[in-house]
């Protein structure tokens, strides 16, 4: 079975400060991990992927996540934080091997404070 | 950049009636989803399509769903005999089928059950 947590349902920064969206997985075999937005009335638009190599991913948006076997984490990070980042964000695993089927946490929302 | 696209973007049924929501994945892409999101909750995975059959579905998609792909475009999720608890956001899915590729997501159906 695989399963995300995404501890934090809130997370607020202040604009140009480092921000960073926690996320744990777990999965019988090796993770692909992905990070997805969710801006209001809107679908789930994909930010970045772990498949395989570097544990550090860049994606869109100045987004990096950090995979970390060792801590079965992969956080969401962004250097300097803009007002139009506030959005719903989803982590989701799925197995490397078999069915496609994605599992996502729960969702934190992030609000960038001017 | 090629997209997922839904219709309706909402959709309000009376309970026990049949609906359909519908979907074109993006066309050179192989696999086919269907997630929910209950409102306030996470997304959840419903059924995943390949080769005109059905690959993958949760214990939430009983007898009361079905999926088709009727022409080589669409790809449809029709709920009989709706219920309540069936109101929630419908999101449609596609990906390659490269085990690395990400699911491009639609904007979703709202579906309000009265």
Same mark, same amino acid.
């Given at each position: ?23 744990? #997985? ?89 | ?31 086919? #989803?269907? #997630? ?79």
């Amino acid at each position: 079975a695989q399963s995300v947590a995404q501890p934090e349902d809130q997370v607020n920064v202040a604009e140009g400060n480092p921000l960073t969206v926690k996320c744990t #997985y777990s999965v019988s075999g090796n993770p692909y991990l992905f990070w997805y937005v969710q801006y209001p009335n809107r679908g789930l638009q994909f930010l970045l992927k772990y498949i395989t190599g570097d544990n550090l991913v860049k994606g869109s948006y100045g987004f990096e996540a950090e995979f970390n076997k060792s801590q079965t984490s992969f956080h969401l990070k962004k250097p300097s934080a803009l007002v139009s980042d506030s959005a719903l964000y989803f982590c989701a695993v799925r197995e490397d091997f078999g069915n496609e089927k994605l599992t996502f946490g729960t969702g934190t929302r992030l609000t960038i404070i001017p | 950049e090629p997209e997922v696209t839904q219709t309706p973007s909402h959709q309000v049924t009376q309970m026990g009636q049949e609906v359909i929501l519908r979907c074109v994945p993006i066309s050179n892409h192989l696999y086919f #989803y269907w #997630y929910r999101q209950i409102l306030g909750q996470k997304v959840e995975f419903l059924v995943s399509f390949y080769n005109n059959e059905i690959s993958e579905k949760s214990e939430i998609f009983d007898d009361q769903f079905s999926v088709e792909r009727p022409d080589g475009s669409n790809f449809t999720l029709k709920i009989r005999s709706t219920k309540l608890e069936d109101s929630a956001m419908y999101f449609c899915a596609s990906s390659s089928g490269v085990s690395n590729q990400p699911q491009h997501f639609g904007d979703g159906t709202r579906l309000s059950i009265l």
